[in-house]
């Protein structure tokens, strides 16, 4: 089994603990998302276990080794943390290929990577003419080389225009189907939530959260029912009647607050009312994560309000 183990893991940087005292698991066959705010640790932890730097105390290991001890560890491990650090006067193929040749991976896997990632067409351009997407997609075209079971990736969507942001959806799923062990971090939240089955919250270097996706959801949410009628006067008064509180939104749909979509259906039956629409709202990844980081946030912008009580 290769998972990705960091156990108690402390990082300073002179009087800055970036991570502190850190322990999770990334388990195969499914995409972990990593989150937290700018500066909270996930880089630092991603570069701690790919032996790029060394932990204050604790470790991280891949596949029960530190990432140090694995041979030709591009054929174990692919991963992608600055899209910026191929050498810019190289071309693409000629990049791929110097790294296949360092870990022996077969020269046909530059060509299979090349298509992957739809750079195929600009393989013999210099990297210094790619755009920021273009970068990204190398660098992931890199992470895949070795056909690795562990899969580390920074921010991939960074860069990538729509379509890039669907294929890199694809691609991540397709990865953890295959069972491989998938750690991506972002930003972006919806994107997020269309990807991971399982996410890892940061907050100032420490665990906030390591939980499935929809346990997390669900953690977050309340229950509230979405509701359109044609007769909106008479569900208000068998709702309020009923002890329900109801808002009417902007867009003439109403919310029950503290309600099951299921009881509010049988309600309506029972009245006569008809309904051109019912759902359960569930918060947004979005929302739960602000929701949980608000107190670790360690760059944010004064609200008018906080400058004038500054
Ligand atoms: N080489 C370094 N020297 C000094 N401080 C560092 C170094 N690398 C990271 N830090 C600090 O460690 C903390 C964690 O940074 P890190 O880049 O790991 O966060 P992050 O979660 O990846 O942030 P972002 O979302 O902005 O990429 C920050 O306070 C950062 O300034």
């Known amino acids: 089994m290769t998972s990705i183990d960091i156990s108690n893991l402390t990082k300073e940087y002179g009087t800055t603990r970036a991570v502190d005292r850190l322990t999770f698991t990334v388990e195969p066959g499914r995409v972990t998302g990593f989150l937290g705010p700018n500066g909270a640790g996930k880089s630092t932890t991603m570069r701690l276990a790919l032996g790029l730097d060394r932990p204050t105390s604790g470790s991280a290991t891949i596949g029960g080794r530190p990432y140090a001890t694995i041979e030709e560890p591009l054929r174990h491990v692919g ?12 071309t693409a193929r000629n990049h791929l290929s110097a790294l296949a040749v360092s870990n022996r991976i077969p020269a046909r896997r530059v060509d299979e990577v090349l298509e992957e990632t739809g750079l195929a067409s600009v393989a013999g351009r210099r990297i210094k003419t790619f755009s920021l997407g273009m970068r990204q997609r190398l660098g992931i075209a890199a992470a895949l080389l070795g056909d690795p079971q562990v899969v580390l990736l920074d ?8 379509e890039g942001i669907i ?4 691609l991540l799923r397709r990865l953890a189907r295959d069972g491989r062990t998938v750690l991506v971090s972002s930003h972006l939240m919806n994107e997020t939530a269309s990807f991971a089955d399982h996410i890892v919250v940061l907050g100032r270097g420490r665990l906030l959260a390591d939980t499935p996706m929809q346990d997390f959801l669900d953690a977050h949410s ?28 902007d867009d003439g749909r109403w919310t029950v607050d503290g309600a099951q979509a299921a009881e509010i259906g049988a309600l309506a039956a029972t009245e006569g009312i008809p309904i051109m629409e019912l759902a359960d709202e ?6 739960a994560y602000l ?19 500054a």
């Open 222 to 249: 309340h229950a509230r029912v979405r509701v359109r009628t044609t007769d909106p006067a008479r569900l208000r008064a068998v709702l309020v009647r009923k002890g329900y509180e109801v808002a009417q939104s």
């Open 282 to 287: 569930q918060a947004s990844l979005e929302q």
């Open 167 to 170: 294929w890199i959806r694809e």
């Open 155 to 162: 921010e991939p969507s960074n860069g990538l225009d729509p």
């Open 79 to 90: 991963a992608l943390l600055d899209a910026q650090a191929a050498h810019g006067s190289r």
């Open 291 to 309: 929701t949980l980081t608000a107190d670790d946030t360690e760059f944010t912008a004064a609200s008018p309000t906080t400058a004038q009580e």
